[in-house]
C-alpha cells in the first residue's frame, strides 16, 4: 500500500512539474510576441520635403516613428554623398521615403545593400519635366503634384503597413483638403499677376512655375552652388535687362553672391524664393510646406506686380 502510494505521488509531483513547465514556456512565448508587437514601424525620409509630407500623414499614429536621413541645412539631394551614418540609419528602418524622379541618385547603394527595406517612391505616376540635365525632379513645388505624393506616401505606407492603414489614410485626407485649400489661394493670388516672365536661382522651379503659367527665362546658376561662368553670367544679364520687370530670385540655400552681381549691372530687384528643402525635422514642421508656399507666393505677387 505504502509502495502503492508512493508511486501516486510521484507521478503527481512530474505532472505537476510538466504543467508547471508548459505554462513557463507559453509565458515565455506571449512575452516574445508582446515584445515583436511593441516594436515601433520606423520610418526614414530622404530629406525635408518628404520628411514634412510624411509626418502629416503619421501624425498622432501610436508605434509609428519618423525619422529624417539628411541634416536640416542639406537642401535638395544633388550629388548628395551616403555616409556611414546614412546607412546605419536605414538599417534599422521599416521604409524608406523619397522623393524619387531621379533626385536621390545614390539609391542603386541603398537597394543593394538593404535588400529588405521598403522604399516608398513619392513621385510615381507624375508626369516629369524634361530639361538639360534630365528629368527635373523638383515636383513637390507644383501643389498639384505635391498632393499627389501625398497621396503616393499614404497608399504605399498602407501596404507596407497595414495594421495602421485606416491613420494614415484619414491624416493623408485631412493633409490634402488642406493643400487643396492653399492651391486655390495661390492661383487666385497668382494667376492675373501682369508679369509672367521670372529669372530664378536653378532649375529648382519648372513644376511651380508650369502650375502658376510663369515663364522661366533664365537661371542664375546651372549648377547650385557653382557659380555660373562669365558666358552664362553675360547670358543672364541679358535676359534680365529684356524683362519687363527686371527682378530676380535667389534662394535661402545659397550663396546669392551671382545674382547681386546681375542685380548690380541691369537694376533688377532681388526676391528670396524658398524651394522647401531645408528646415529642421520635428513634429513642429507640419506646416512648413504650407507656410513656406505662401510666402513664396506673397513674394512673386509683390515681385511681378
Known amino acids: 500500500m505504502r509502495s ?126 524634361h530639361d538639360e540635365e534630365g528629368d527635373n525632379p523638383h515636383v513637390w513645388l507644383s501643389v498639384t503634384d505635391a498632393i499627389q505624393q501625398v497621396r503616393n506616401i499614404a497608399d504605399q505606407l498602407k501596404e507596407a503597413d497595414p495594421a495602421h492603414a485606416d491613420a494614415y489614410e484619414k491624416n493623408a485626407a485631412a493633409y490634402i483638403d488642406k493643400l487643396t485649400a492653399l492651391k486655390t489661394e495661390m492661383h487666385a493670388a497668382l494667376d492675373n499677376v501682369p508679369h509672367k516672365d521670372i529669372v530664378t536661382f536653378h532649375e529648382a522651379f519648372p513644376y511651380f512655375a508650369e502650375e502658376f503659367h510663369l515663364n522661366i527665362i533664365g537661371v542664375v546658376e546651372r549648377e547650385p552652388g557653382t557659380e555660373p561662368t562669365p558666358t552664362e553670367l553675360q547670358e543672364t544679364i541679358e535676359q534680365v535687362k529684356g524683362l519687363s520687370a527686371k527682378v530676380l530670385f535667389t534662394e535661402p540655400q545659397y550663396s546669392p553672391a551671382a545674382a547681386e552681381t546681375i542685380a548690380r549691372e541691369t537694376g533688377a530687384k532681388i526676391y528670396t524664393l524658398d524651394p522647401v528643402v531645408t528646415g529642421e525635422a520635428t513634429p513642429e514642421a507640419k506646416d512648413a510646406y504650407i507656410d513656406t508656399m505662401r510666402k513664396n507666393m506673397n513674394t512673386l505677387k509683390e515681385a511681378l506686380q
Not at 507521478?11 to 508547471?20: F, R
Not at 537597394?111 to 527595406?117: C, D, H, P, S
Open 4 to 129: 502503492t502510494t508512493k508511486i501516486l505521488s510521484l507521478l503527481l509531483l512530474v505532472l505537476s512539474v510538466a504543467l508547471v513547465g508548459c505554462g513557463g514556456t507559453e509565458k515565455t512565448a506571449d512575452k516574445q510576441t508582446d515584445k515583436k508587437a511593441a516594436q515601433p514601424f520606423r520610418i526614414v525620409t530622404s530629406f525635408y520635403p518628404m520628411y514634412v509630407a510624411t509626418i502629416n500623414i503619421t501624425e498622432g499614429v501610436d508605434g509609428v516613428e519618423v525619422r529624417n536621413m539628411t541634416k536640416p541645412q542639406t537642401g535638395c539631394l544633388h550629388d548628395y554623398q551616403l555616409m556611414t551614418e546614412d546607412m546605419k540609419t536605414l538599417e534599422n528602418a521599416d521604409a524608406f521615403v523619397i522623393n524619387g524622379a531621379g533626385m536621390e541618385d545614390f539609391m542603386d547603394k541603398v537597394t543593394e545593400q538593404q535588400k529588405n527595406l521598403k522604399v516608398i517612391d513619392a513621385s510615381r505616376g507624375i508626369k516629369l519635366i
